[in-house]
Each structure stands twice: as C-alpha cells, then as structure tokens.
Nanobody
Framework: QLDIVESGGGLVQPGGSLRLACTAS????????IGWFRRAPGKEREGVAC?????????YIEESVKGRFTISRDSAKNTVYLQMRNLKSEDTAVYSC????????????????????WGLGTQVTVSS
C-alpha cells in the first residue's frame, strides 16, 4: 500500500517559483508512472504533468504550464518533483500527486485514468 504525501506548497508572488515533492511510504514509486494534478476553487481537477516510471517520458498540459513547469523523479529518494516557475494567479490550486497502476502515463493521463494512489495534496497560492 503506497501512502503518498505531497509537500512544498505555499504562498508565492506572481513570477515566483516553488518546487513540489511527492514521496511515498510503504513502497517504491519507481515502478509507476506518477502524475501531478491540481484542483482550483470551483473547477474540475486537471492533470498538470506526468512522468513515466523511468523518467524518460514526460507529458504536460499544453499552453498553460509547458515551459514553466518541469516534472522529474529521483528514484534514490523515492520522490517525484514538480518544479514550477513564473507562477501565475491562475496556478492557484491544491496540487496532488498520484501513482498510476501502469509504468507509462498513457493517453488519458489528464483524466487520471488508472491512477490509484492519491495524496491529500498541498496548497499553492499565487498572490501579491
């Protein structure tokens, strides 16, 4: 049973940066694709980024975050990161990570298809 925990959220000004971390106890993340998702107030959850088990394949929501967010993983630390730069007010949300039951992200990762282990999330607030 993977118990996933997110950390690194906080309050940041527009244009600032944060690095979120996704770790797990009770098992290793290394066999799973890992996705970062967010839910803004009054909106549906959306996929932000996904990384394959090996780290060789990464996917991002186009336009809104690509070029500003970078997903990566450190197997030795059993951690997946989401580096966020040039943050905007519309990035304000609760960010959660999840392990997919497959090693690859899959075509429908943004819809969280087959993502089975979820953390409680970490709040990111972008405001001046």
């Amino acid at each position: 049973q993977l118990d996933i925990v997110e950390s690194g959220g906080g309050l940041v000004q527009p244009g600032g940066s944060l690095r979120l971390a996704c770790t797990a106890s009770g098992g290793s993340l290394e066999y799973f694709a890992i996705g970062w998702f967010r839910r803004a107030p009054g909106k549906e959850r959306e996929g932000v980024a996904c990384i394959s088990y090996s780290g060789d394949d990464t996917m991002y929501i186009e336009e809104s975050v690509k070029g500003r967010f970078t997903i990566s993983r450190d197997s030795a630390k059993n951690t997946v990161y989401l580096q966020m730069r040039n943050l905007k007010s519309e990035d304000t949300a609760v960010y959660s990570c999840s392990a997919r039951s497959q090693p690859m992200c899959g075509t429908y990762w943004t819809a969280a298809k087959e993502f089975i282990n979820w953390g409680l999330g970490t709040q990111v607030t972008v405001s001046s």
